[in-house]
């Protein structure tokens, strides 16, 4: 991948969700990551979401664990 | 994976905070499970899905072997496919879920319990659900990396058709 795919997921997503939520509402958003993603990089994306979009977020993440298992994160600032 | 993704669609249904509709983003191969959760699970509603990177048409190479000709890889390859469409082998890996034989078309069709599935390739088990509740997206968005080492090869991160939908704004 791209070194700065994080910023470009989030911009991206950011785009395309100011259009189909309320101002008012938080904005609902599920992440599925890659294999064996690290920790560190799934939160710079959710750290580039919450400093563009402000608090009113919120973010479930899903990640494939290394025994087939679930991590699951949730996230509102 | 098609147990991962029920089990999502069970958590993303009991999460209260999605109840009235989420969007969608998936990394690299989350990027094609995700795209299999909006196909399989009905509720909640999804606005937009964003693919980045995603194997969306599977993949024919091993991330740490993007040399084809290397004696090495062809060996890999020739192993992955040995085992990709065996129902006793093919879930030692989670990327034999998505590993894709174009010169194996039946043995993909049959074999492959994921990718052929959420691609709409099983003979004669179309779903129309899944076209429904693809085209009822706001947007759906695929990104390629053109430098990706990891995803093989890499126009899979952009397939853009399938289930006979026809999706024209990928970049």
């Known amino acids: 991948m791209a070194p700065n795919y994080r910023s470009i997921c989030a911009l991206l997503l950011i785009a395309l969700i100011r259009t189909s939520t309320a101002a008012s509402e938080p904005i609902p958003v599920v992440l599925w990551h890659g294999w064996l993603q690290k920790v560190s990089s799934i939160q710079g994306i959710v750290d580039n979401l ?9 973010v ?18 | ?26 990394l690299s191969q989350g990027s094609l499970f995700i795209r299999a959760l909006v196909q399989r699970c009905p509720t909640p509603q ?45 879930n030692i890996r989670v990327q034999l879920q998505y590993w894709h034989d174009p010169h194996a078309g039946s043995d993909y069709r049959e074999g492959s319990t994921f ?32 430098n990706d080492t990891e995803v093989l090869p890499r126009e899979s991160e952009v397939r853009n058709s399938w289930c006979g939908m026809n999706f024209i704004n990928s970049i």
């Open chain 2, 46 to 90: 999804v606005f937009n899905l964003v693919s980045i990177g995603g194997p969306q048409q599977g993949v024919y190479g091993l991330p740490w072997c993007p040399d084809a000709y290397a004696l090495k890889c062809k060996l890999q390859r020739r192993f992955a496919n040995n085992i990709a469409y065996s129902p006793l082998l093919r």
């Open chain 1, 60 to 77: 479930l993440t899903l990640q494939f664990g290394t025994k087939r298992t679930f991590i699951t994160a949730h996230t509102a600032a």
């Open chain 2, 1 to 26: 994976m098609n147990d991962l993704v029920e089990e999502a669609c069970k958590k993303v249904g009991a999460d209260p905070k999605l109840a009235r509709g989420y969007n969608a983003m998936g």
């Open chain 1, 50 to 58: 919450h400093a563009t979009l402000g608090p009113n977020l919120y």
């Open chain 2, 115 to 146: 990718l052929a599935d959420v691609n709409c390739e099983v003979a004669d088990k179309g779903n129309p659900d899944y076209k429904q509740r693809m085209t009822a997206l706001q947007s759906y968005t695929l990104v390629k990396f053109t």
